[in-house]
């Protein structure tokens, strides 16, 4: 009698053996990597069941595309199937480490855009562990080098592998079915990656993702100035008015808007052994002369700069997945907050930024948007140590930027993008002036060492302003861009906060970030109104006295009354001053308890919310995706000629030089000529050396 060793071995010499024995391989590192390297939120038996059950299909499809070919090329097959497979996933263990979430393809297209700083991270984050996923492939590998299983030589019947692929996809379909009556519109929604990798598996998921970007392209080709109607009527049905209190308050001022790298609302009157980590920023929050938002959120999706960008300067959102700015910046129409700007108020536009142009497909999409200056690394002095991995640091960036600022003709917009206080919050010793939290989470402690480098640039940057008076007539916008701790570290945030325990609701708020607009003789205090990021471009309108009325724009002036008061997160949670939803949860804002078991009332309540929620992303996604703005006529506004846009340092200089003598209100023009640089003072140790900065002159 054959053993049962033996009767394996023997099953193992037929194609099929050997075939099952790289799908079960397959299925159970799958698995792993599910339980163990991803957050799926896998709640329930039937959600627990489908974590196993949709690793299969994949596995049969693609793993038996190689059933179809002869002899030992189809056992090599397999293993090259499988190990492109097992690279896919670990791409995307390393992505979903940072980012939480899933590679699409819009990610893989713009990854020339955000390669350079992507690779950076990667590098930082790998884990030997990750490296499981390869082991099947090399334990199958050497079983055939080493002829541990016999090549099974005999024809394998199309008929065969035919049944084997309709398997995969009939199984697919019944996974299908289950995930369906567990989540439905769980295809049609598309508002969580997580989701369709828990219900339906990676290898879906790919595929799934594939077939959207395809379908995006098309959406493009075929849309028509109809698409904008329902669009006008959403905009037009939601329009809140300005507030007559602080309408065209800020009229003529310059506008500085300050991007916090990561910097998230907590931060604001934290403390450290009794220290404010942020002394600078608290001070500016309560200042009377400061409007601050203490309920106002990041909506950014897998974009994260690129899509706070976006939201600030057009009012429109991200993309559920990848970077609007990426795969649109180039090519769509827009109606943006330089040109606008620059063509109602005849402001002068900058945007400021210590890394390559090409990160976020900037160099273009700025195009797009109208900007008339990009300053990027190359305008900078290339001093001593003036880099932190991610781009300049702060302290050098802020003060080096003002040899441009005081150049460019008044009124002006300028954007200042910080960069410091990015993961994996590198700052070298010399930089470090407070200790690191101590939650034993490597990427989350040294969060609070960077932010107050951040603090501490901004300090010196007001200081700046004050001393040049250019304080006196600009008008500050300061916010936080995205969350700089992800909700993968949950145990850090616990201990950071100060909780025993997190719940949805905590992370809901969790994504809170400082928003300020701060002018000399501003009506100012703390606003509790709910807000986020897509409300600050009307906001800013009104401040200057334009009216967005009749702009496709999807937010609501922050300082309205008429504001509905609905803050849609990119997946499609929200926030209101009664409810919160996240994460499929329902809680009262107020308190943070949770609803378990909502009322008639409060169900009804809950999808009215949801359908706005939906149809203002909907819509906004569709403007986005249609390019829809290229139909829009908007009254007194030309569209952007992004040929007389140039970003090229020598040319830029050259046209700098022009405007100046042209309008003779520059910073410096007005200084008899005088450079105020020296008015900067830091205390970045790295440009003590230098006694006079160069900065490139062609
Ligand atoms: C890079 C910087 C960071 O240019 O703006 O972008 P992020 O990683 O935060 O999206
Ligand atoms: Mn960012």
Redesign the pocket.
Known sequence: MKTALQKLRTGLNTKLGFFLLVVLLFCIKSYWAYQTEFNLGVKGSMQEFLLVFNTIPGALVFLGIALYFRGRLSYWLMLIIDALLSLWLFSNILYYREFSDFITFNIIKSSGA?SN?LGKSLAGILHPVDFMVFVDVIILALILLFHFVRVDMRRFKVRHAFTVTVLGFVLFGANLGMAESDRSQLLTRTFDNNYIVKYLGLEAYTVYDGIKTTHNSVVKAQADKDQLKPVLNFLHHNYAGPNIQYQGVAKGKNIFVIHL??LQQFMIDYKQDGEEVMPNLDKLYHSSDTLAFDNFFHQVGQ????DAEMMLENSLYGLPEGSAMVTDGTTNTFQSAPALLSQKLGYTTASF?G?VPS??N?DNAYKSFGYQYFFSKEYYPKTKNYDAG??MKDKIFMKESMHYVEQLPQPFYAKL?T?TN??PYILDKQNKSIDAWNTGDDTVDPYVQTAHYLDQSLGEFLNYLDKTGLRKNSVLILYG??YGISNNHQAAIAQILHKKKLTNYDLAMFQKVPFMINMEGLKGGINHTYGGEIDVLPTLEDLLGISSKYYVQFGQDLLSTQRNQIVPFRNGDWVTPKYTKYNGEYFYTKNGKQITKATAKQKKEFSKIQKYVTTDLGLSDRVMNGDLLRFYNLKGFKKVNKKNITYNLKKSLQKLKEAQKKKKTSVKTENNNQSTLDDYSTDAPELKNYSSLIFPTK
């Not at 974009?303 to 690129?306: V, Y």
Request: proline fraction near 0%; glycine fraction near 10%; hydrophobic fraction near 30%.
């Open positions: 955000a700083n790298e990561s974009g994260k700069t690129a930024h890394d990160f976020w900037r991610y781009g993008i960069v990015h993961y861009d995205h």
